[in-house]
Nanobody, 113 residues
Framework: QVHLVESGGGLVQPGGSLRLSCAASGSALSIYAMAWYRQAPGKQRELVADISSGGTTNYADSVKGRFTISRDNAKNMVYLQMNNLKPDDTAVYYC???????WGKGTRVTVSS
């Protein structure tokens, strides 16, 4: 079984930045495509970004140009750099294999002045 722990969330002002981290244990992630998802209150979970085992990335239109997904296979880590944050980015963020429902606790991001 894979244990996933998201971290790095918090309260930030509009225009600010955060870097989210996803640490995995129990299995190597190098062969899997990984993704970040988010869910805001009263809204469906949405795919934010994903990265293939080879490093190819994709982004939701709402975050393209502001967010960057990356991975460090040697450290079994996945990251999401979030710049120019907006109030609409407020959500709980989850990581997990692409195409699967995430099962971690997530990390909460609140963008507010």
């Amino acid at each position: 079984q894979v244990h996933l722990v998201e971290s790095g969330g918090g309260l930030v002002q509009p225009g600010g930045s955060l870097r989210l981290s996803c640490a995995a244990s129990g299995s190597a992630l190098s062969i899997y495509a990984m993704a970040w998802y988010r869910q805001a209150p009263g809204k469906q979970r949405e795919l934010v970004a994903d990265i293939s085992s080879g490093g190819t990335t994709n982004y939701a239109d709402s975050v393209k140009g502001r967010f960057t997904i990356s991975r460090d296979n040697a450290k079994n880590m996945v990251y999401l750099q979030m710049n120019n944050l907006k109030p609409d980015d407020t959500a709980v963020y989850y990581c997990g294999p692409r195409g699967m429902d995430p099962w971690g606790k997530g990390t909460r991001v609140t963008v507010s002045s």
